[in-house]
């Protein structure tokens, strides 16, 4: 694989962690305020999400998801996390930590992968800000 399929693959699978992630919780968040932000934060994954499976059909290349496995464990540590604990102020930390990942993991992968072509180097860096705006946007509800 070369470096762009490599770059869309994360891209794509981030946003795909996204909108899994979101849809998950927008069925648990009891607040409307937050419920209302994470209806944003997951039409912009979804919008990411799709873009990068575009970008990589049309490279000729077959995107590549979250494992089944992943997404099992994911779905259950949600789950458990918020069995007791269902507020705003800790939903946003398990977010903040997963933006933050995201975030270190796009740092990374730009600059691994610097030779990509612009346009997905430029989706990369949009997924970078997003999820950077995320952690800056979800501190209001810690």
């Known amino acids: 694989m070369n470096g762009n399929t490599e770059m869309l693959n994360f891209i ?3 946003s795909q962690m996204g909108v899994d992630t979101i849809k998950q919780l927008l069925g648990i968040v009891e607040d409307e305020n937050f419920k209302k932000y994470l209806e944003s934060q997951f039409n ?3 919008e990411i999400h799709y873009a ?3 970008a990589l059909n049309e490279n000729g290349q077959d995107e590549k998801g979250i494992s089944t496995l992943e997404k099992i464990r994911t779905y259950l540590m949600i789950n458990i996390q918020t069995i007791t604990d269902k507020t705003p102020s800790h939903i946003s930390e ?3 930590i997963g933006s933050n990942m995201g975030i270190i993991d796009a740092i990374k992968n730009i600059r691994k992968y610097n030779d990509a072509e612009p346009s997905i180097v ?3 860096e949009k997924l ?3 999820e950077e705006d995320n952690v800056r946007q979800l501190k209001q509800f810690l």
């Open 12 to 14: 794509f699978q981030n």
């Open 52 to 54: 990068a499976k575009k």
């Open 122 to 124: 430029n989706l990369m």
């Open 44 to 46: 912009e994954y979804k």
């Open 94 to 96: 398990m977010l903040i």
């Open 128 to 130: 970078l800000k997003f």
